[in-house]
């Protein structure tokens, strides 16, 4: 029986992406695909790069491979090379090496089986994503943009099933940084079988979170990196979004993003509340 894991977001979190290569020594799977985002978001970026080689697994570009490219090759707003703002994307950018870069510049959009279809965000781009709010026509949608019956992504942070008589479509969730309020590293792995050819088991791994929260301290990411990389952090704590609800707050009340913003912030926001209801509260304040 064909049985395929994939993973994707880890975001340069070593300590969950062994957690979960260990949960997969006692899961008998035939292959391992990555859905994007090895990068960016997280201190360890090169050393995921490198074990994910180390093992072969096929792995295909996320937006955040994008991001850092973007800034390797200074090809950004000039302002985002110097600003504190960007600090941590900068940080993340210069840890990869060359050998790094190449890999990631070689990493196609999708890849396709017969029967399965694997994207980071949607067919469409990587830079959005499939989640709990998308409603039944914009999923359907989805799966007319491709030929294969299963659609799997990641981006959204967010496992989930969705299953209609147009397809599957399959959310793996984040192995570094999930958004679902469940710390533990997640990633789904696919059984040959079921209405549309495929039975999905999500899959949870706890692992060590001091550990993560150690190297955020030992690679310099903490404080070099700024209010982005403290934000980081407390999603792990939180695993829930803060980083972009505290960006687009900023954007929408004209402030800077910056250490003096953040009481101001935290006054109005709540880790774990909705973000339609966090920026539909927002709304009378644009």
């Known amino acids: 029986m064909t049985r395929i894991a994939i993973l994707a977001d880890i975001h340069?979190?070593?300590?969950?992406l062994e957690a979960v290569i260990d949960d997969l020594a006692g899961r008998a799977v035939d292959e391992v695909l990555v859905g994007g985002d090895l990068v960016g978001r997280g201190p360890e970026g090169s050393r995921v790069v490198k074990r994910v080689r180390e093992l072969g697994w096929p792995a295909i570009g996320g937006n955040h491979e994008d991001y850092l490219l973007a800034f390797?090759?200074?090809d950004v707003p000039d302002e985002w090379l110097h600003t504190r703002e960007w600090a941590a994307a900068r940080w993340m950018a210069a840890e990869l090496d060359d050998d790094d870069v190449a890999w990631i510049e070689g990493l196609p959009f999708s890849i396709g089986r017969p029967d399965l279809r694997l994207?980071?965000?949607t067919p469409e781009?990587?830079?959005e994503g499939i989640g709990p709010w998308t409603g039944d026509d914009e999923v359907a949608g989805h799966l007319d943009g491709v030929d294969e019956p299963v659609l799997v992504c990641g981006h959204t942070h967010?496992?989930?099933?969705v299953e209609s008589d147009a397809g599957l479509v399959v959310n793996v969730g984040a192995v570094g940084l999930p958004f679902n309020r469940d710390h533990r590293a997640q990633y789904a792995?696919?059984?040959a079988g079921g209405r549309h050819g495929w039975r999905v088991e999500l899959c949870q791994v706890a692992y060590d979170l001091e550990r993560i929260y150690e190297i955020y301290e030992s690679s310099g990411f903490q404080a070099e990196g700024g209010v982005t990389s403290h934000l980081l952090r407390m999603e792990l704590e939180h695993a829930s979004p803060i980083l972009v609800p505290f960006l687009e707050w900023a954007k929408l009340l004209e402030v800077a993003p910056d250490w003096q913003s953040l009481d101001r912030f935290f006054e109005v926001f709540e880790p774990g509340q909705s973000l339609r209801e966090f920026f539909r509260a927002l709304a009378p304040a644009s």
């Not at 967010?158 to 099933?161: A, D, E, G, S, T």
């Open 12 to 16: 340069g979190n070593v300590p969950a």
């Open 125 to 127: 781009t990587n830079r």
């Open 158 to 161: 967010r496992p989930l099933i």
């Open 119 to 121: 994207v980071h965000g």
């Open 189 to 191: 792995i696919f059984s």
């Open 72 to 74: 390797r090759h200074h």
